[in-house]
């Protein structure tokens, strides 16, 4: 235990290393990806998916938050989600390039940094030290939760060089105007979140902003008074019918924030499509993406 920040609540240090080695027995390769994968090759659609994999898209997004602070008026916060850095090599200098001709307040990464649930090797920690110096510009800092895909030991070995994660916790940004910015540990899979702890180390009166890898949690958010939330983990369905309709879906996430931009009362809230793709470097009708936030005032 000594190896992991005093800061860390050691209960929750335990019961994550447990859901971790129970997550990682589960086949790295589910059955129905497979059959995904021999279907899309003998229908000659597999290279098509791929070309598509590695079509990164940059879209800007724009919140209006009630009671937003004049001072932050304009505020950008670059959103990475789901990047699965080590499925395919060939992803990190497209997502480097994209990056490269943007300027930004705050980077977040919400969760799923690698595909494997597992201590990162050395190729992996190499390419995730190159995002980090592309995302280091960002003058109030790069911060980030944990994803279902990701190990305690990861977040250990990133700390260090400069990414703050966010494991139930929250911190004030050192803003013109300050604002609270929460995390929350994966809901979906490891079951280690904490919302409520979160938000009581929000301070009272502030604007306050929540990371949280899956949009599971919106209606809690909603009910502790968050502005804004951004999370992942759907990858937009990844694999989709013309239109845009998921093949395979995930019952536990409400439709209404399954992908983009939605809102519940006064909390607006944006899961991303992601950066990478999930067990099959394919992706139809939903292009992966990286979402530049600006915030602005009424």
């Known amino acids: 235990m000594n190896r992991f920040p005093t800061r860390w609540n050691r209960p929750w240090v335990e019961a994550r290393l447990r859901a971790e080695q129970d997550h990682s027995r589960l086949p790295r390769s589910r059955l129905r990806y497979r059959l995904l994968g021999l279907t899309l090759r003998a229908a000659g659609l597999y290279q098509a998916g791929y070309r598509n994999f590695l079509a990164l898209q940059t879209r800007h997004h724009q919140h209006r938050p009630a009671a937003w602070p004049a001072p932050l008026h304009g505020l950008s916060v670059l959103h990475l989600s789901d990047l699965h850095l080590d499925l395919d090599p060939a992803l990190l200098p497209v997502l480097v390039r994209s990056i490269e001709p943007l300027e930004f307040d705050v980077a977040i990464i919400t969760g799923d940094f690698l595909e494997r649930c597992e201590p990162p090797d050395t190729a992996s920690l190499q390419a ?15 911060f980030g939760v944990l994803g279902n895909h990701d190990s305690l030991h990861l977040a250990t070995a990133l700390e260090p060089l400069g990414l703050r994660f966010l494991h139930n916790e929250a911190v004030v ?33 502030l604007p306050r902003l929540l990371l949280s890898h899956s949009p599971q949690l919106c209606h809690a958010a909603q009910h502790l008074g968050f502005l804004a939330m951004f999370s992942g983990h759907t990858h937009g ?6 239109g845009g309709r998921p093949i395979l879906r995930m019952p536990s996430i409400p439709r209404p924030v399954f992908k983009g931009p939605w809102s519940l009362h006064s909390l ?31």
């Open 237 to 242: 369905g990844q694999i989709c019918l013309p």
């Open 128 to 142: 995730l030290q190159l995002l980090l110096q592309h995302l280091k510009k960002a003058p109030i800092g790069v």
């Open 268 to 298: 607006r809230g944006y899961t991303s499509n992601g950066v990478g793709a999930c067990h099959l470097p394919v992706r139809f009708n939903c292009p992966p993406e990286i979402v530049l936030h600006r915030f602005l005032s009424a």
């Open 173 to 205: 940004l050192d803003t013109a105007s300050p604002i609270a910015l929460a995390g929350v540990d994966d809901a979906y899979v490891i079951g280690t979140d904490d919302l409520p702890t979160a938000a009581a180390q929000c301070p009272p009166g």
